[in-house]
């Protein structure tokens, strides 16, 4: 992929690829149950990782409705945005969605869902994050990389840390 200024992807991937991975788990759930011995304190914390992913991914995109940011994933970006939940995380829409899929996994009794939670990751990463990464890097140069540097890609444990930038 060459990087450019231009749209870093012709569809919206994040969405398409977690709504999927959603669908598939549901289906697949009940044609295959697939969960865990099913507990109120299991539930009980689905549901609160539930709201916790569903309140990252809507703080991430009232800070870019406020900056004036474009929040599609398959139009080119409008601006850098860095502050609060983008200082945790250079991804904290697709983190939010993670955190929200996991949570269902469990709230559900449901380890499909956590399964293609998994999957997504790793299909967001390669189809959508690596593009944007290299679409920012070209939008906003220097800006960009002192960013990536300080910001995990997902989160301290779950990326490679600072060094994603570089490598992608």
């Known amino acids: 992929m060459k990087p450019s200024a231009a749209a870093p992807n012709s569809l919206p991937w994040p969405p398409m690829i977690y709504g999927a991975a959603a669908l598939a788990a549901w289906l697949l759930n009940r044609l295959i149950p697939f969960g865990m011995v099913s507990s109120a304190p299991l539930h009980l914390l689905g549901g609160a990782l539930m709201l916790a992913g569903a309140m990252l ?50 709230a ?27 679409h920012l890097a070209v939008l906003f140069g220097s800006a960009w990389q002192n960013y990536a540097q300080r910001v995990p890609r997902w989160l301290g444990v779950l990326s490679n840390n600072t060094q994603n930038a570089k490598n992608d």
């Open 57 to 106: 991914d809507l703080s991430a995109m009232l800070l870019m409705y406020r900056r004036r940011a474009n929040i599609l994933p398959h139009r080119a970006a409008t601006a850098l945005v860095t502050a609060f939940p983008f200082s945790i995380s250079r991804n904290p829409i697709y983190l939010g969605n993670t955190i929200l899929l996991a949570g269902a996994a469990l």
């Open 108 to 134: 559900f009794n449901n380890l499909w869902l956590a399964a293609f939670d998994i999957a997504a990751v790793q299909a967001v990463t390669i189809l959508a994050i690596q593009r944007e990464e290299a």
